[in-house]
């Protein structure tokens, strides 16, 4: 977003601040504790290390680390062409969020202010720059329904020209960035804006969904608008509204989005949380997609983003938080909204957000005791586990979210065996244009100085996994999609399931019986 089109919210500004009343709570008041506790039950799990020797006898006195590099929860920020032109800007991006999405350079009147003339240079610039850091990024956003952000050239067309430049978008934008967007916001702030809807009608706003899914069903859709929590109830049921007309007429809705731009001086905590189980009866994922506030006060301006920000991570509806704009120097409501000042050198503001992080990131060590075990609990996300027993070795796990303790075995003789499960979270998806069953998975813990491959065993008996139908190799672990062209005749069906090892000598070991949602035992070499 810009502040040009902020300069159309005077209207809106009375109801904007309607969260900011009461003021706001304290970073220190009651509403903490309950906060935190529900952080603690839903954004961390219980783990247990077990270090075991090339015979599989577990291990006492081992030294173990577990330092998380990454969170399943997504904090990010808006990012601009300040990306590829200053070093000093990306530095501080990439230290400090682990998402993007970009502020104008995937809209539709920047990539195409002229007919038929499209400009995605610095778009493709910034995403390779991300790509190659590991970063994913939300597309924002296909259309804008305020016409103001409409191409000029396009505002006054016919309808049925209208209709085919919007098709022509959506193929454009959605298949140029197909499986690289993970999300697309497709009609911007859609309640109080209606310039494709006056055009072409109400069934436009569902057509657009199911157009964007068509040419790339694995992005999450998302609806997208302002003072949603930083507004008054009656809108918020509004959306609600919306989004449930939307899903009546078919389209497929994958996310909700919420801008938080708050205007008033302070950020009511309790209210963004009762804004929040307003949005949670629909049991969509929840993303704080452009937060920010204004306040000269940088302490007031940091206690407002602890405000926000504790309230929304305690929330169990919410899956992600992005700030618009961080850099006093590139805001688009200026350096009074910034973390950070002009001469980089971090605010109060900023000093809570690193804060926060540390809080929300987990940092453990110790020894495994006599059973060889050294327990911790983490935060969800990735993580390197090292263990020393006089000859340190890594190792790179995926903490998800789960009820029971995950467990993670590390051999301390490179090339030795141990048994383990069977990936998990694996998923199939058919093609019927194609003919091709695409599988994703997420990957095992991995040595990082080991490759790691992949069987990717079909069987029409669940019970007998003997066809290797394909194998797919990883340096990090990373590549977790494999393909599989055959088709089962019909009345048949084929069943899968996903080994995988660090190319031990002698290979694998044997499967066992239907596992029925548990193990199935293979051999794992680390």
């Known amino acids: 977003?810009?502040?040009?089109?902020?300069?159309?919210?005077?209207?809106?500004?009375?109801?904007?601040?309607?969260?900011?009343?009461?003021?706001?709570?304290?970073?220190?008041?009651?509403?903490?504790?309950?906060?935190?506790?529900?952080?603690?039950?839903?954004?961390?799990?219980?783990?247990?290390?077990?270090?075991?020797?090339?015979s599989g006898t577990p291990v006492p006195g081992a030294a173990v680390s577990a330092a998380q590099t990454g969170h399943r929860f997504a904090f990010g920020s808006v990012v601009n062409g300040n990306l590829v032109n200053n070093s000093i800007y990306s530095d501080f991006?990439?230290?400090?969020?682990?998402?993007?999405v970009f502020e104008n350079q995937s809209k539709w009147i920047y990539n195409e202010p002229i007919r038929d003339h499209e400009n995605w240079s610095l778009t493709e610039q910034m995403y390779s720059i991300l790509e190659a850091r590991g970063v994913p990024v939300r597309g924002h956003c296909i259309f804008w329904a305020n016409e103001t952000y409409v191409p000029g050239w396009a505002r006054d067309l016919p309808d049925n020209e209208l209709q085919d430049e919007i098709d022509e978008r959506i193929d454009s934008a959605v298949t140029r960035f197909r499986n690289r967007f993970v999300h697309w916001d497709v009609n911007n702030e859609m309640l109080s804006n209606h310039f494709f809807e006056n055009h072409l009608g109400p069934s436009i706003r569902p057509y657009m969904f199911q157009q964007a899914n068509l040419f790339d069903p694995d992005a999450l859709l998302f609806v997208n608008d302002y003072s949603i929590i930083a507004g008054s109830s009656a809108r918020t049921d509004a959306y609600i509204q919306q989004i449930q007309w939307l899903q009546s007429q078919g389209a497929p809705v994958?996310?909700?989005?919420?801008?938080?731009?708050?205007?008033?001086?302070?950020?009511?905590?309790?209210?963004?949380?009762?804004?929040?189980d307003q949005l949670a009866v629909l049991n969509l994922p929840v993303w704080v997609t452009e937060y920010d506030v204004v306040n000269a006060d940088d302490q007031l301006r940091a206690d407002n983003l602890?405000?926000?920000?504790?309230?929304?991570?305690?929330?169990?509806?919410?899956?992600?938080?992005?700030?618009?704009?961080?850099?006093?120097?590139?805001?688009?409501?200026?350096?009074?909204?910034?973390?950070?000042?002009?001469?980089?050198?971090?605010?109060?503001a900023g000093v809570r957000y690193e804060a926060l992080m540390a809080e929300w990131t987990t940092a453990a060590a110790g020894n495994t005791g006599g059973d060889g075990q050294y327990p911790y609990r983490g935060f969800h996300g990735t993580y390197d586990?090292?263990?020393d027993a006089g000859d340190p070795l890594q190792i790179t796990v995926d903490l998800p979210p789960g009820p029971d303790p995950a467990e993670y075995m590390v051999s301390l003789v490179p090339g030795s065996c141990f048994t383990a499960g069977e990936v998990r979270e694996l998923t199939l998806q058919h093609d019927p244009a194609s003919g091709l069953t695409t599988l994703t998975w997420r990957p095992l813990p991995y040595r990082t100085d080991m490759p790691m491959v992949y069987d990717t065993l079909r069987s029409p008996d669940p019970d007998n996994f003997n066809i290797a139908a394909t194998c797919v190799e990883s340096a990090d672990g990373s590549d977790r999609i494999a393909t599989d062209p055959d088709i089962p005749t019909t009345g048949s069906a084929f069943y899968y399931l996903i080994r995988g090892s660090h190319d031990c000598p002698g290979g694998e070991g044997g499967l066992g019986q239907r596992s029925d949602g548990g193990e199935r035992v293979g051999r794992v070499c680390l």
């Open 385 to 387: 586990i090292t263990v």
């Open 254 to 276: 994958g996310g909700i989005g919420v801008q938080g731009h708050f205007w008033g001086s302070t950020v009511s905590p309790t209210a963004v949380l009762a804004r929040l």
């Open 93 to 100: 991006f990439f230290d400090h969020f682990e998402w993007a």
């Open 1 to 54: 977003m810009t502040d040009r089109q902020r300069l159309q919210v005077a209207t809106m500004i009375l109801a904007v601040c309607l969260a900011c009343l009461p003021a706001a709570a304290g970073p220190q008041d009651a509403w903490v504790d309950e906060a935190n506790a529900r952080i603690e039950a839903i954004r961390k799990r219980d783990v247990a290390v077990l270090v075991v020797d090339g």
């Open 306 to 348: 602890e405000n926000a920000y504790r309230a929304a991570f305690s929330h169990p509806a919410v899956e992600g938080i992005l700030m618009w704009g961080f850099w006093a120097g590139s805001h688009w409501r200026g350096p009074d909204a910034a973390i950070v000042d002009e001469d980089w050198t971090l605010n109060a």
